[in-house]
């Protein structure tokens, strides 16, 4: 069962046991919170300015909140890798190698973990209310693949990487990953399916899921985006986390790790980028060169928040987000199971009411996030912990 902790926030899933706590970083927390922010309603409140303002910013902004239909990038594609991205961060704050321990002490990290990721995809099916209908569950009828169930398993295996293997050995995996699965989009054919191919009905994910992934795919669809093939690059967004972790808890100065961070999230960009030439950015078949241009904007965006937060000790500011980041996990889980919109009209569908009907969509919002974020603050000040 997931965990009550009273202690410091552990910052959802990706916290590790009481016996180890890696350096705490405010910057994690509060990234992780930002990231959670737009799912939780944020994305909602440029589609209302612009209702309020008419001012067409407003409107390109609010495009950048929904997710490309296919090849492209928006803000909105980051949000999912960059959380699989941060719990790599924390992986690697304080990375274990447990090969040249004895089983009895590795037997407590390997439950953990396992424990961890049926966990996940069991809240991931949750959230899908993958069986449609209710329980009892028509096992063909379920949707099996989740967002949870993918942090699950990138984090698991990343972990089992990193408590296996060499730094050096961590980076040739990763490199593996990256070529291999290019590898196959660009030159492995398969029956039905000629090489090359990367359409939404025709590509060797859908192949794989069509034949493989038990149960249903998102809205029927020839390819899940959270299907089995497309996991595997996931990793690679864990463990570029990992090697990130590393970077911070090294002997340099803060400016330098920032510095670090921001130079090798341009590179990875520019590779992103340079290589969609050949192997479209594409979210939904997670793409090798996906994975570039959202490491590389993980990576800026922890240096940004990191220089603010923990350099420049702007802590003020990124609380809102913090008291998110801490309690990730729950939160976005009851995103699917309340209805916040109920409850936020419940409390302040008076008070929107009153106002002119160009503010009602902009007050809306606000209420939307108000409720969960006041639930938020009061686990946050009696620190209630939920971690997985």
């Known amino acids: 069962m997931p965990e009550l902790s009273k202690e410091a926030p552990p910052g959802s899933l990706d916290s590790e046991s009481n016996r180890t706590k890696p350096p705490r970083l405010m910057s994690l927390d509060a990234l992780r919170g930002f990231d959670m922010f737009w799912i939780l309603g944020g994305e909602k409140l440029f ?12 409107m390109a902004a609010d495009a950048q909140m ?48 396992v424990k961890r990721l049926l966990l996940l995809l069991a809240f991931g099916v949750l959230y899908n209310h993958g069986w449609g209908t209710g329980i009892p569950a028509d096992p063909e009828s379920v949707r099996y693949a989740s967002v949870l169930g993918r942090i699950a398993f990138a984090w698991f295996f990343a972990a ?40 939404a009905d025709v590509s060797i ?12 795919s998102y809205q029927n669809r020839p390819v899940d985006p959270e299907g089995i093939l497309s996991t595997l690059p996931a990793i690679v967004n864990a463990l570029a986390g990992v090697f990130t972790g ?40 997670w793409t090798s060169s996906f994975v570039l241009v959202t490491v590389g904007w993980s990576l800026l965006l922890l240096s940004l928040f990191y220089v603010l937060v923990d350099l420049l000790q702007f802590r003020r500011l990124a609380m809102p987000f913090v008291v998110i ?27 929107v009411s009153t106002v002119t009907p160009s503010w009602q969509p902009l007050l809306a919002v606000i209420a939307f ?6 639930l938020l603050v009061w686990m946050y000040r009696r620190n209630i912990f939920i971690k997985v």
């Open 160 to 199: 089992i990487i990193v408590w296996h293997t060499s730094l050096r050995t961590q980076i040739i995996i990763a490199l593996g990953i990256l070529l291999g699965y290019a590898a196959m989009h660009l030159w492995l054919p398969l029956p039905g399916v000629p090489a090359g191919s990367l359409g």
């Open 66 to 113: 929904k997710h490309t239909q296919w090849h492209g990038f928006t803000f909105y594609d980051l949000i999912f890798p960059l959380f699989i991205f941060l719990s790599g961060v924390a992986l690697g704050l304080s990375p274990k190698r447990l090969d040249h321990l004895p089983m009895s002490q590795r037997m407590p990290k390997y439950r953990h973990a």
């Open 325 to 351: 980041g801490c309690n990730a996990i729950i939160i976005y889980l009851a995103s699917s199971l309340v209805n916040w919109d109920y409850v936020s009209l419940s409390v302040f569908g008076g008070i």
């Open 246 to 285: 590393h970077l911070i808890v090294s002997p340099r100065s803060g400016w330098q790790k920032a510095g670090i961070m921001a130079g090798a999230g341009a590179l990875s960009l520019l590779l992103g980028w340079g290589t969609d030439i050949v192997l479209p950015v594409n979210k939904e078949l």
């Open 205 to 216: 994910n859908a192949w794989v899921d069509q034949h493989l992934l038990p149960g249903i």
């Open 47 to 58: 589609a209302a300015l612009f209702a309020l303002t008419a001012w067409s910013g407003w």
């Open 369 to 374: 996030l108000a409720v969960q974020w006041a």
